[in-house]
Each structure stands twice: as structure tokens, then as C-alpha cells.
């Protein structure tokens, strides 16, 4: 996985409450084992009518909307347990989720495949669809080290919640293989000093 340090950009917004994971990624793409290519059918039966041309009112066919940080309603990701969800968004380009709630299965499987769900309290959701809505620029800055989201048009610093693991996770890069890796030599200096009796 790519480090994640710090994020600077506009943000698309979705605010549509539950959307479940075959809302994100249709079952009937789940075809593959890779990560790669889901991200063209990210939101596929929204973005696109049933002759494949693209729906004009779906915020992904909006050029007005552009960036790596997802804003959705809240309980993003409920449904089914697919992975393909995540890798999916990551796939399309997206970095970071922000929502007033997500599934606990998608927001572990955001956080292990390098996508920074964030959550904050539903006033300060609506402070960001409203700052999208007044400014589809509006930039926003995510710090992970500092555990903090910057709203620039208003300056308002929201600091948000990750654990402390997974965290150390996303900064370095890992996933939980990398990590076990990165203390090789703290395993094999245990295992020569370790005696069974």
C-alpha cells in the first residue's frame, strides 16, 4: 500500500443514508480476485442507465465534483461483508471516506486496503456538504498523523478517531503482512534466544 501521510483536495459528495456495499460494487462484478479494474463499475447501477450511457444526475457523471475525498450520508457500507467495496473506491481514486457512521466490516476493510474512513458527528457533516454546496472547490486537508480534517472555507479543525494499530499501518504503508514482516528481526531474535523446556 501506498504511505498515507497528509491529503489536500476537493471533495464529491453523496448524501444518500445506507448505502450498502452492492450499492458500491454490484455482485455480479465480483468476478475477479485482483483489486484492480473495480473502479470503473464504483456505483455502477447509479452511474449508469441500463443502454451503459452515463445518468446525468449521478454526482461521479458531475465535472463539477472532482477528488479524492468521498462525503457520504451516514451508514456507508452496511450490507454485505464484500472487500470488493473498498477496493473498489480505492480503485476509482478515492483516498479517504468521510460519514457520520459506517459499517464496522467496511471500515476494516477500508483501513486494510489503504482508504482513511473518517467519521464526524452529523453537525459537522452537514457543515462539509455545505461547504461543498457553496463551493464545489472547497478544499479540505486530512492530517493523519494529527488525526485531524480541515475545512479550509470555514478553518474549522475537526479531529477524528483511528486506531492507534491501524494508524501506524496506513503512515508506514503496511497491511498486516508488511507488518509482521517489518519485526523480522525482532521475531528471529526471540526465536534464537527462545528455549523449550
Given at each position: 500500500?501506498?504511505?498515507?501521510?497528509?491529503?489536500?483536495?476537493?471533495?464529491?459528495?453523496?448524501?444518500?443514508?445506507?448505502?450498502?456495499?452492492?450499492?458500491?460494487?454490484?455482485?455480479?462484478?465480483?468476478?475477479?480476485?485482483?483489486?484492480?479494474?473495480?473502479?470503473?463499475?464504483?456505483?455502477?447501477?447509479?452511474?449508469?442507465?441500463?443502454?451503459?450511457?452515463?445518468?446525468?444526475?449521478?454526482?461521479?457523471?458531475?465535472?463539477?465534483?472532482?477528488?479524492?475525498?468521498?462525503?457520504?450520508?451516514?451508514?456507508?457500507?452496511?450490507?454485505?461483508?464484500?472487500?470488493?467495496?473498498?477496493?473498489?473506491?480505492?480503485?476509482?481514486?478515492?483516498?479517504?471516506?468521510?460519514?457520520?457512521?459506517?459499517?464496522?466490516?467496511f471500515k476494516s476493510n477500508a483501513l486494510n486496503n489503504g482508504l482513511l474512513p473518517i467519521r464526524v458527528s452529523e453537525d459537522h457533516l452537514e457543515e462539509i456538504f455545505k461547504a461543498?454546496?457553496?463551493?464545489?472547490?472547497?478544499?479540505?486537508?486530512?492530517?493523519?498523523?494529527?488525526?485531524?480534517?480541515?475545512?479550509?472555507?470555514?478553518?474549522?479543525?475537526?479531529?477524528?478517531?483511528?486506531?492507534?494499530?491501524?494508524?501506524?499501518?496506513?503512515?508506514?504503508?503496511?497491511?498486516?503482512?508488511?507488518?509482521?514482516?517489518?519485526?523480522?528481526?525482532?521475531?528471529?531474535?526471540?526465536?534464537?534466544?527462545?528455549?523449550?523446556?
Amino acid at each position: 500500500m501506498k504511505k498515507f501521510t497528509k491529503v489536500t483536495s476537493s471533495a464529491v459528495p453523496l448524501p444518500i443514508e445506507n448505502v450498502d456495499t452492492d450499492q458500491i460494487i454490484p455482485a455480479r462484478f465480483l468476478k475477479s480476485i485482483t483489486r484492480e479494474g473495480f473502479g470503473e463499475n464504483l456505483f455502477r447501477d447509479w452511474r449508469y442507465d441500463q443502454s451503459h450511457e452515463p445518468k446525468s444526475d449521478f454526482v461521479l457523471n458531475n465535472d463539477i465534483y472532482k477528488g479524492s475525498i468521498l462525503v457520504a450520508g451516514a451508514n456507508f457500507g452496511c450490507g454485505s461483508s464484500r472487500e470488493h467495496a473498498a477496493w473498489a473506491l480505492v480503485d476509482y481514486g478515492f483516498q479517504v471516506v468521510i460519514s457520520s457512521y459506517f459499517a464496522d466490516i467496511f471500515k476494516s476493510n477500508a483501513l486494510n486496503n489503504g482508504l482513511l474512513p473518517i467519521r464526524v458527528s452529523e453537525d459537522h457533516l452537514e457543515e462539509i456538504f455545505k461547504a461543498i454546496e457553496s463551493d464545489p472547490n472547497a478544499s479540505f486537508t486530512v492530517d493523519l498523523e494529527n488525526q485531524s480534517l480541515l475545512i479550509a472555507q470555514t478553518e474549522n479543525l475537526i479531529q477524528f478517531e483511528i486506531d492507534a494499530y491501524k494508524k501506524m499501518c496506513l503512515l508506514n504503508g503496511y497491511d498486516d503482512i508488511d507488518f509482521l514482516i517489518s519485526k523480522r528481526d525482532e521475531i528471529e531474535k526471540f526465536e534464537s534466544t527462545y528455549k523449550v523446556y
